[in-house]
């Protein structure tokens, strides 16, 4: 491979207490809950909205925010107050109100927006991140910070820090596949069960003698609040890796083919759906799996099914194992009991000045597949902004905090531990 040599003079744009890299739910949780406890804070969002998953890929529901209070409690008011949640079992939202919400919350808050922003490295010395390189439009810049949160999704500035991580399921390093979403209008179907659109489907295709392959054996279709509109969990791209760009590449559009196949069999072939009418696809494909950053600890499927809990314990999770089966149109479902994500599964191993929250956190492939979803990451966000702001105030590592006093402050946030 030809190699180009650089020698670059990057500018420091910024110093900040916190940098929270990625406005997804969890750079939501951890943005907002620094900055509320006194750092000046900057969260760096590619997109130009925030939201991440939500909004960038319309992923709904909004599944396990029981149990959590603080800042994931406060976004669903929020989100009731505009109209905007309900729909599907009571937990969907309007994404663009999302946007609104999520607008108001981080910069009432204090926050400092960074958007249309690319992280492209990460600063370090002898063992510590000490801030970002970045690239957006006003070209390359340097952020300095004493506390870096990554709520990337894929861990990205904990694997350019050097920090250790896994990628998929022991036996062959395979992930979860990946997920279009689009969104659909004219709509009255209201799904019940999880074979309903499965079924009419698997009805239609043999009525009519079709050539179809459904992708996925457990489609839904998810109603909005107060609409006639809905969003469809149904293509499902395996076999890549979403760190990959040329996977990405054919992902992106592997999930559009089979979204027009499904959409041409929707009004077509299925009398319940005869009218639908395709409003939106999603300017993301939904990545559920990529790197798990080794921690202090790993959670594990025991300590899922087991409910086990923590004295650094800091949000309480309790959805489903959900496995979609990287090499089969299947799904695997564990229930476990209502279990504690431990601080130290936020806390990278070997790096210092450097938290890690979402779904990049230290687990298993199976206890992965339970915590990934977005209640939980914006609870892990929060977490990881109030042990920054406490590292920050004491002068140490995030890794050496005081766990008790962290979970003092998390209970005045109304946080439920």
């Known amino acids: 491979m030809k190699v180009i040599?650089?020698?670059?003079?990057?500018?420091?744009?910024?110093?900040?207490?916190?940098?929270?890299?990625?406005?997804g739910p969890a750079g939501i949780g951890a943005a907002v809950s620094a900055a509320r406890n006194g750092m000046r804070t900057l969260l760096v969002e590619r997109y130009g909205f925030l939201g991440g998953m939500w909004t960038a890929g319309l992923?709904?529901?909004?599944?396990?925010?029981?149990?959590?209070?603080?800042?994931?409690?406060?976004?669903?008011?929020g989100l009731k107050a505009r109209n905007a949640w309900g729909g599907w079992s009571g937990i969907c939202f309007n994404f663009e109100e999302?946007?609104?919400?999520?607008?108001?919350?981080?910069?009432?808050?204090?926050?400092?927006?960074?958007?249309?922003?690319?992280i492209c490295g990460a600063i370090t010395d002898a063992g510590s991140v000490k801030g970002i390189i970045v690239q957006n439009k006003s070209g390359r810049q340097a952020y300095l910070a004493k506390v870096i949160i990554d709520c990337t999704g894929?861990?990205?500035?904990?694997?350019?820090?050097?920090?250790?991580?896994?990628i998929g399921r022991e036996k062959d390093g395979l992930t979860q596949p990946m997920t279009l979403m689009f969104r659909?209008?004219?709509?009255?179907?209201?799904?019940?069960?999880?074979?309903?659109?499965?079924?009419?489907?698997?009805?239609?295709?043999?009525?009519?003698?079709?050539?179809?392959?459904?992708?996925?054996?457990?489609?839904?279709?998810?109603?909005?609040?107060?609409?006639?509109?809905?969003?469809?969990?149904?293509?499902?791209?395996?076999?890549?890796?979403?760190?990959?760009?040329?996977?990405?590449?054919?992902?992106?559009?592997?999930?559009?083919?089979?979204?027009?196949e499904a959409y041409e069999l929707f009004r077509s072939y299925i009398p319940e759906l005869a009218g639908v009418t395709l409003e939106q696809i999603a300017p993301q494909i939904g990545v559920r799996e990529t790197r798990r950053i080794h921690g202090q600890y790993t959670l594990t499927l025991e300590d899922l099914l087991e409910g086990r809990r923590y004295a650094d314990g800091i949000a309480i999770c309790a959805f489903g194992i959900d496995i979609h089966q990287?090499?089969?149109?299947?799904?695997?479902?564990?229930?476990?009991?209502?279990?504690?994500?431990?601080?130290?599964?936020?806390?990278?191993?070997g790096v210092n000045g450097l938290l890690v929250a979402g779904r990049c956190i230290s687990g298993t492939y199976e206890a992965h597949a339970s915590y990934r979803v977005t209640g939980n990451c914006t609870a892990m966000g929060e977490a990881a902004g109030t042990a920054a702001a406490i590292a920050v105030e004491s002068g140490c590592e995030p890794g050496d905090i005081a766990v008790e006093k962290l979970k003092?402050?998390?209970?005045?946030?109304?946080v439920l531990l």
Do not use: C, W
């Open 5 to 23: 040599s650089e020698t670059l003079e990057t500018p420091v744009n910024g110093e900040y207490d916190v940098i929270v890299a990625g406005g």
């Open 59 to 77: 992923v709904n529901p909004m599944f396990d925010t029981n149990r959590k209070g603080g800042i994931v409690k406060e976004l669903v008011e």
């Open 98 to 118: 999302m946007k609104l919400v999520l607008d108001r919350m981080t910069t009432g808050a204090g926050v400092e927006l960074l958007l249309h922003t690319q």
């Open 154 to 166: 894929d861990g990205d500035v904990a694997a350019m820090s050097g920090a250790s991580f896994s």
């Open 184 to 260: 659909i209008g004219n709509i009255d179907f209201m799904q019940q069960r999880s074979t309903d659109l499965y079924n009419l489907i698997v009805k239609a295709v043999e009525r009519h003698q079709l050539d179809y392959a459904i992708p996925y054996t457990r489609p839904y279709i998810l109603m909005f609040p107060g609409q006639r509109s809905a969003v469809v969990q149904l293509t499902h791209v395996r076999s890549a890796l979403a760190l990959n760009d040329k996977d990405m590449t054919e992902a992106e559009i592997a999930g559009r083919r089979q979204i027009m």
């Open 326 to 349: 990287p090499d089969s149109e299947g799904q695997e479902v564990y229930d476990p009991k209502a279990y504690h994500i431990p601080y130290r599964s936020l806390v990278p191993l």
């Open 408 to 414: 003092e402050r998390l209970e005045r946030q109304g």
